[in-house]
């Protein structure tokens, strides 16, 4: 299996702040990485899917980018509703395995 | 607007058979991959497996002994079966739709649309 690791697990940030999640994947996924952002006790909501291409409805303040092994996924201007956990996913190869998540709190 | 509204028993006891059905709106079957995802407290989303438009199944290889995933395209719906159930397969259950898009050869996918959830929990 692919195996994807995210850092860092858990952030705290400021409103307003630029925030960065990276994940890694254990070999070459091309660009078949998406980004997801799970609310407590909701489904996960897609946001980037392609490492790149913005999920449609998606606020523009998030982006991704990336490709090959290393990804990011970046908020330009946290906002209040940010707070969530983000997971990374890759669609390469089965079984699709995701990242463990990284917790975002605002602080 | 795709919808994904899911249904299935959330109380089993060790060896049941966990079954969990998942209705479509507002998309067709037709070109699209079909799966469920489960997701244990703290831990990442589980691919547990899929149908594919053709009617083709791919299923994770950890589960794949217990797992049967069907469709039933007259009624929009589908559905998965995992057999003998132990306290490892207590986790939140999520059916999913997998859009994909081709440019050049390069063919990436993504989930799109989540079911809200199923809580199953496996006890004595």
């Known amino acids: 299996d692919i195996q994807m690791t995210q850092s860092p697990s858990s952030l705290s940030a400021s409103i307003g702040d630029r925030v960065t999640i990276t994940c890694r994947a254990s070999q070459s996924i091309n660009n078949y990485l998406n980004w997801y952002q799970q609310r407590l006790g909701k489904a996960p909501k897609l946001l980037i899917y392609g490492a790149s291409t913005l999920q449609s409805g998606v606020p523009s303040r998030f982006s991704g980018s990336g490709s090959g092994t290393d990804f990011t996924l970046t908020i330009s201007s946290l906002q209040p509703e940010d707070s969530a956990i983000y997971y990374c996913q890759q669609t390469y190869r089965t079984p699709y395995t995701s990242g463990q998540g990284s917790k975002l709190q605002i602080k | 607007q795709v919808d994904l509204q899911q249904w299935g028993a959330g109380l089993l006891k060790p060896s049941q058979t966990l079954s969990l059905t998942c209705s479509v709106f507002?998309?067709?079957?037709?070109?699209?991959?079909w799966s469920w995802i489960r997701q244990s407290p703290g831990k990442g989303l589980e691919w547990i497996g899929e149908i594919t438009p053709g009617g083709r199944t791919n299923y994770n290889p950890s589960l794949e002994s217990r797992i049967t995933i069907s469709v039933d395209t007259s009624n929009n719906q589908f559905s998965m079966k995992l057999t003998s159930v132990t306290a490892a397969d207590s986790a939140v259950y999520y059916c999913?739709?997998?859009?994909?898009?081709?440019?050049?050869?390069?063919?990436?996918?993504?989930?799109?649309?989540w079911g809200q959830g199923s809580l199953v929990n496996v006890s004595s």
């Open positions: 999913a739709s997998r859009d994909w898009s081709c440019t050049a050869g390069n063919c990436p996918s993504w989930f799109d649309a």
């Open positions: 507002g998309r067709s079957f037709t070109g699209y991959y």
